[in-house]
């Protein structure tokens, strides 16, 4: 499957991603990985990604692309792709249209995990992670919570609520989604390509993906 997973932080796309790259081997691609690999593996775009990201500026889109098209010709990409969190804006979409139409490759679907912001505050503000950088176990206070003391299960280590998760810092990213990302919906809707999901759980949104696809065939 080749496919466009579009939410706000903490729709759960991340989760949905994993399922899916278990169904069909499909790759799960976000701009960080793409990124952080190019910079490992040391290539021309890698290395100019790197002086950007190393003064703490943006990467430009033009870059970005550049990276992205090598990534998606890679042979792993061949069962197919979730492209998680990109794009994220108009620019980056029409961007990816034309390479995706000079790589000969068609989308299947751009599917919309849509989760009320009451729910995602929720959802955000209770989950804590594992301290240990070789761990990052993440829980969640009321659904899966820590062992006693607030320590990690796995490696015992301390838990804690990292600081993009108070109510205040996930308020502000879901403003920057609302107004930079949000507008996509609109622009997928109408090339005829968006699938609006509204399901609970990750196996819902997995099932209505695969319906989905499905129908489109």
Request: a positive charge.
């Amino acid at each position: 499957m080749r496919i466009i997973l579009l939410g706000a932080p903490g729709a759960g796309k991340g989760t949905v991603a994993k399922l899916l790259t278990a169904l069909d081997g499909s790759v799960q691609i976000s701009t960080g990985d793409i990124l952080r690999g190019a910079v490992k593996a040391g290539t021309a775009l890698g290395k100019e990604a790197q002086g950007f990201m190393d003064r703490g500026d943006l990467v430009p889109d033009s870059l970005i692309m550049g990276i992205m098209e090598q990534r998606l010709q890679e042979k792993d990409c061949q069962k197919g792709f979730l492209l998680d969190g990109f794009p994220r804006t108009i620019p980056q979409a029409d961007a990816l249209g034309v390479l995706l139409q000079k790589i000969n490759i068609k989308l299947d679907l751009v599917a919309s995990i849509e989760v009320p912001r009451d729910v995602i505050l929720d959802r955000l503000t209770t989950r804590r992670t594992c301290s240990n950088s070789s761990c990052q176990e993440i829980y969640n206070i009321k659904s899966n919570p820590p062992a006693a003391g607030d320590k990690c299960k796995k490696c015992g280590s301390p838990t804690i609520q990292r600081a993009d998760e108070t109510v205040e810092a996930i308020s502000k990213r879901l403003d920057v989604y609302n107004e930079k990302t949000a507008p996509l919906i609109g622009y997928y809707e109408k090339k005829g390509m968006l699938l609006k999901i509204s399901e609970a759980s990750s196996d819902g949104v997995v099932k209505a993906i695969q319906n989905g696809i499905a129908r489109k065939k």
